[in-house]
């Protein structure tokens, strides 16, 4: 697998491969990938993540998204996007678009 560095200007989407199931309300949700059948866990952020990737963003609007949605967002949330998205491209549950 070549190594993808995410930027703000990466378009990122679900990988076709992978179901999401959120759990108990404020539990976050699950990731599973069928080819593999790894489960991944993730927190409520990450879960509202993965539902705003229901077609190809942009980073940057990933994260716009996102700021209006929670409540009292970190300074250092852009980071913290990019770091999340990073972490499952890197495990293939995310895919980002060829430019």
């Known amino acids: ?26 539990e976050g949700g699950v990731l599973l990938h069928l080819s593999t059948a790894a489960y991944h866990r993730v927190n409520p952020v990450g879960l509202a993540i993965w539902d705003l990737l229901e077609h190809p963003r942009r980073v940057d609007d990933v994260i716009t998204a996102l700021r209006e949605t929670v409540a009292n967002a970190p300074a250092a949330l852009d ?13 293939d549950l995310v895919l980002v678009e060829e430019a």
Do not use: H, K, W, Y
């Open 1 to 26: 697998m070549v190594n993808v560095e995410i930027t703000v200007e990466s378009v990122v989407q679900r990988n076709p491969q992978v179901v999401g199931r959120a759990l108990a309300p404020g």
């Open 79 to 91: 980071r913290d996007v990019l770091t999340f998205l990073q972490s499952v491209v890197d495990r």
